[in-house]
């Protein structure tokens, strides 16, 4: 799109202008302008409501580049509360635009508000979500891509052709049924199926896919190479990927460069991102399945729980036929997936974000100054409603975000009472988060008692994997910890009746948030909330200060400015926006998009 003189040289004025939160102006920007609404899809064949970012289902990719400075002006056209975190995003310093609870009030139905931050010295493959009750379920997640900066090397060789790759369980229920299961006290059950990039399956099989479903096909060209960005956005269920006759060639996951091993089919759980190399070196006789099925379970019970798209090579002389390529036969027997878990090591001599190798910081000879283990167990009953726990405490958020409360002085909105150890005591509903200081070095315990593989994911900060095995973790079983080439990424599975250990130096004064990514065990209490702080430095030292649009709830509520709601659900954001006085923001995002490509 060709850009105005006047708005090239305006450019700067109106960046400075949209971004009211601190960032280094000789970073580039990159503009986005989102529409959050409903929209409705048939995914496996049942008309219902899915949340979709400017009509598109998956949302747009952000692809930025390391030190981006980010601009995301979000209109919820959705009939209730809306946010959107940033998974692996580390926002570094910065908690108030990780959205979520307990940094960011609600935008609520018919505002918008500006996310600004900065893609501070990462790189890797990504996604983002709606975190909030339930609505992942429904959709409105999508990739982020942070590329290197051309003066880093990458350890590979430069891919012919990027592919992201979406996959998760789904049900035809929308989201809000399944958010009343919950409340009412029932499970959610077997899903429906799996979608690949927002589709339902192939038909592989005319008795397990019913005709018309629209199914995801990849073109690609024979004898290149292609970069896969495979995230797992579903809602609880683990799943095994596959290409049939190709090998998948790990070489990221979540920002940090593995070691490069081949796979010929990988388990991905719930809120994992990998990348891998996939050569297109077979003779295309025919299309190829590409295939994401659900692990850990009945498999005669769940076969429909299989998701199916089409590698296509353009020289394909037919369609895929015949059976599926087979998943591990290891049906109730989690070792083969422990130990591909373990096998992920970090490439400790290449770079990433900068020039020095990313096993240039020693973790394995860092003291630990704080540790924690955070135990979950099947769920309870407390005060008659079936919740989760960890260490006893099922989270309950309150109505005034925990780093406002603190800004603010509020008091009794939260507690710092955490345990440090699981406790045999009664269950209890709380707000009780772990206390922390700038620069520990912490070490976290998962240990997952309930009967399903878990996910923990750590706003803020990449950690390392340290440590994983079956059994009740204890003092002695650090001997096995790898202590030089662990991975560090910020989401982890917890397999049932067992442990995973993981170190991270708490660099990033805030409040982080510790979940399991499992949307049902989440929405019920599972999770807490590091408050890392600066006795020294403090506010607007080590800590970036409240940006100017913060919104304000719960017992601050007064401080809020009204908004004209002027969501939309039949068009763009762009003529709402302009009607409330925001085409700055449009004209922001026209610029930068023509002047530097996104």
Not at 190 to 205: A, E, H, I, T
Not at 346 to 356: E, K, L, S
Request: charged share 20%; net charge neutral; with cysteine.
């Amino acid at each position: 799109m060709a850009c105005p003189a006047a708005a090239l040289l305006l450019l700067p004025l109106l960046l400075g202008l949209l971004a009211p939160a601190p960032a280094r102006a000789t970073d580039p920007y990159a503009a986005f302008d989102w529409d959050v609404s409903y929209v409705t899809r048939s995914p496996l064949g049942v008309p219902q409501k899915v949340i979709a970012i400017n009509k598109e289902f998956p949302g747009p990719v952000v692809n930025v580049t390391t030190n981006y400075n980010v601009a995301v002006n979000v209109l919820n056209s959705l009939d209730e509360p809306l946010l959107i975190t940033w998974d692996g995003i580390q926002q570094r310093k910065n908690c108030w635009q990780d959205g979520v609870l307990g940094t960011n009030c609600p935008i609520p139905p018919g505002w918008n508000w500006t996310y600004n931050f900065q893609v501070k010295d990462q790189i890797g493959s990504f996604f983002y979500f709606p975190p909030l009750s339930m609505q992942r379920a429904a959709g409105g997640f999508g990739g982020i891509t942070v590329n290197n900066r051309a003066v880093i090397s990458v350890p590979f060789d430069t891919p012919d052709g990027d592919v992201r790759l979406f996959i998760g369980d789904w049900y035809n229920k929308n989201h809000t049924d399944l958010r009343k299961m919950l409340d009412d006290g029932k499970e959610l059950g077997m899903p429906d199926g799996v979608l690949m990039n927002g589709k339902g399956p192939y038909r592989y099989n005319d008795s397990l896919v019913p005709a018309g479903i629209e199914y995801e096909t990849i073109d690609v060209e024979p004898g290149k190479t292609y970069r896969f960005r495979v995230h797992n956005v579903g809602v609880s269920t683990s799943l095994n990927l596959r290409i049939q006759g190709h090998n998948m060639a790990m070489v990221e996951t979540e920002g940090s460069y593995t070691m490069k091993q081949n796979f010929t089919n990988l388990d991905i759980h719930v809120g994992q991102s990998y990348s891998f190399l996939v050569t297109m070196d077979q003779n295309a006789s025919s299309d190829y399945y590409i295939v994401a099925s659900a692990r850990f379970v009945n498999e005669s019970l769940w076969t429909r729980v299989t998701g199916v798209a089409i590698l296509h090579y353009s020289n394909s002389k037919g369609k895929a036929s015949g059976p599926l390529p087979d998943p591990p036969n290891d049906e109730y027997d989690k070792s083969f997936s422990m130990n591909q878990a373990r096998s992920i090591r970090m490439n400790v001599t290449t770079g990433a974000a900068r020039p020095n190798p990313q096993g240039s910081f020693h973790y394995g000879e860092i003291n630990v100054t704080q540790v924690y283990k955070l135990r979950n167990m099947p769920p309870v009953t407390i005060n008659g409603k079936r919740r989760t726990t960890l260490n006893g405490i099922s989270y309950s958020p309150p109505a005034t975000p925990l780093r406002l409360a603190d800004l603010y002085d509020k008091k009794e909105v939260y507690t710092l009472d955490f345990p440090t150890m699981p406790s045999d005591g009664p269950p209890a509903i709380g707000s009780s988060v772990i206390n922390s200081t700038y620069k520990n070095f912490m070490e976290i315990v998962f240990q997952n008692n309930d009967t399903k593989v878990q996910t923990y994911h750590i706003d803020g900060y990449a950690f390392w994997v340290v440590g994983m095995d079956y059994g009740e973790w204890k003092n002695e079983s650090r001997s096995t910890y790898n202590k030089w080439d662990g991975v560090s990424r910020c989401t982890t599975q917890v397999f049932p009746g067992a442990w995973t250990a993981v170190l991270l130096s708490l660099d990033s004064p805030g409040f982080w948030n510790v979940r399991t990514e499992n949307l049902d065990t989440w929405y019920l209490g599972q999770e807490t909330y590091i408050r890392v702080v600066d006795p020294d430095g403090g506010y607007n030292v080590t800590e970036s200060v409240l940006p100017d649009n913060a919104l304000f709830c719960g017992l601050l509520r007064e401080k809020q400015k009204a908004q004209k709601p002027h969501g939309s659900t039949s068009s763009s954001a762009s003529p709402a926006l302009k009607q409330s006085g925001y085409l700055l923001a449009v004209l922001v995002s026209l610029v930068v998009f023509s002047v530097i490509g996104h």
